[in-house]
């Protein structure tokens, strides 16, 4: 069974600055995607950024990056330039390859500090 | 736009009684849709996922005579709690997508069971 690990339960970051979260998972696929989701105070699920693990290449999404290890099955969020809107719970997901079906962690609290 | 539509988004209930939750697609037709509980400061994990014509497909855990799932056209799926108690209070989530765009999230609908 696959699973996901997010160790931070809680981080801060002032504003502007950078800040990495960190999310790892299990699983014996070769191919699936990985999600990191915002939830912010009104509970709406939002997509930061989707990878695919046959890519290579780290995805990008303005602000947002991440580092992809696959063999490490190491998938961290980098936050640039943070803004007190970015101030959300952040969700890393798995998802294996032909379906729908997400897997969560169990969330990194982020606050961002003006 | 929203993509999806989630109803009611708050209901608090009398203990024994039933509940229903509408997900709705908006502009287009979902086969398939998805349906995710989250506790107070917890991840969401997915219960079941609900098939247009045909039963739901309930994960490990998950009664299927409590949490009863009805996808009888490719616009709507509903979930009925039955018999509520207030250990069934949670915020429940529902997801679809579009074909070939990520997956879309309604805006949830938080339960009280008193």
């Known amino acids: 069974a696959q699973t996901v690990t997010q160790s931070q339960p809680e981080m801060s970051v002032q504003e502007a600055e950078t800040v990495t979260l960190s999310c790892t998972y299990d699983?014996?696929?070769?191919?699936?995607?990985l999600f990191w989701y915002k939830q912010p105070p009104s509970r709406q699920m939002i997509l930061v950024i989707r990878?695919?693990?046959?890519?290579?290449q780290n995805a990008t999404e303005n602000r947002f990056s991440v580092n992809f290890q696959k063999a490490a099955k190491s998938f961290s969020l980098k936050i640039s330039d943070s803004q007190l809107g970015d101030t959300a719970m952040y969700f890393c997901?798995?998802?294996?390859?032909?379906?729908?079906?997400?897997?969560f962690g169990t969330g990194t609290r982020l606050q961002v500090f003006p | 736009g929203a993509v999806v539509s989630q109803h009611p988004s708050w209901v608090i209930c009398k203990s024994g009684t039933s509940v229903k939750i509408e997900c709705r697609s908006l502009?287009?037709?979902?086969?398939?849709m998805f349906w995710y509980r989250q506790f107070p400061k917890q991840s969401l994990m997915l219960m079941a996922t609900s098939n247009e014509g045909s039963k739901a497909t309930y994960e490990q855990g998950v009664e299927k005579d409590k949490f009863l799932i009805n996808h009888a056209s490719l616009t709507l799926s509903t979930l009925t709690v039955t018999s509520a108690h207030p250990e069934d209070s949670s915020f429940y989530i529902c997801s679809t997508r579009r074909l070939d765009s990520p997956l879309h999230f309604g805006n949830g609908t938080r339960l009280t069971v008193t």
């Open positions: 502009d287009f037709q979902a086969t398939t």
């Open positions: 699983t014996s696929e070769n191919n699936y995607y």
């Open positions: 990878q695919e693990a046959y890519k290579q």
């Open positions: 997901a798995f998802m294996p390859i032909f379906t729908d079906k997400l897997i």
